[in-house]
């Protein structure tokens, strides 16, 4: 007879399919929008070196180690907050996922002193503008751009990304726009994009994008409907979260 029992998932944080992501000391915990871009993020490209930008609790980095498990990677997974530096290292070490290294790092100042950059960039940037008020410091310093304006965000991206690799970022859909035409304004040229929306009846709410130093002249656009009209997660968005997610309904 088949046991239909299921463990309580653990609790201050996110329990994965392979790994359990503790965001409780981390001023911005495990969200879609960081899971999203954690299982869209191009990597056919096989990227040897990446660069996880504000890297909160990990855990675009530790999706990334994930997908990249079979390939020689190293991840850096930088973050202006001591604490969430301390979560990423210590969920990083139980998931067993030696390939991401965290470190604290203000991107502006970030030199990882070596001769070679980077072939992917990802962050789950701060958007918010000062005027939205938050409930402490730490949040509204991870998400408000007043810590890391778009234009620093591009200039370092260009300091740091190699010629061949990727930019892989996600925002909300309405700053889509002005993003793209800012990147390509500083020839950062838009190669990939995914529309997300949380059901049918709702609007866009989420923009991935993926950007490189070429040109190529085309723009692979996809768009997702996270649900079905039953409520129930639809059969594009399980693919996509497949090797991740639990499931559970």
Request: aromatic share 10%.
């Amino acid at each position: 007879m088949k046991n239909n029992h299921q463990e309580p998932l653990k609790k201050g944080g996110f329990t994965f399919k392979r790994f359990f992501v503790a965001h409780d000391k981390s001023p911005m915990q495990v969200t879609t929008d960081s899971c999203l871009l954690g299982a869209w993020a191009p990597i056919e490209h096989h990227p040897q070196k990446i660069l996880d930008i504000g890297t909160g609790c990990g855990v675009i980095a530790l999706m990334l180690a994930q997908r990249l498990a079979h390939n020689s990677c190293q991840i850096d997974a930088i973050d202006i907050n001591a604490d969430a530096v301390k979560q990423c290292q210590e969920n990083s070490m139980h998931a067993g996922l030696a390939s991401v290294k965290a470190q604290q790092a203000d991107i502006n100042k970030f030199d990882p002193t070596m001769k070679e950059s980077y072939d992917l960039i990802v962050t789950n940037p701060p958007y918010f503008e000062p005027a939205v008020d938050c409930r402490n410091s730490q949040r509204q310093l991870a998400r408000y751009t007043e810590s890391l304006n778009f234009e620093q965000l591009i200039n370092s991206v260009k300091r740091l990304l190699k010629p061949g690799g990727l930019f892989c970022l996600v925002l909300p859909f309405q700053m889509a726009d002005q993003f793209i035409c800012l990147c390509k304004a500083n020839q950062l040229f838009l190669q990939q994009e995914l529309y997300a929306k949380y059901n049918a009846n709702k609007n866009f709410s989420l923009s991935l994008l993926a950007f490189s130093l070429t040109n190529s002249g085309q723009v692979l656009s996809e768009q997702l409907c996270m649900r079905d009209d039953d409520g129930r997660y639809s059969s594009e968005f399980r693919q996509l979260l497949n090797d991740f997610y639990l499931f559970r309904k």
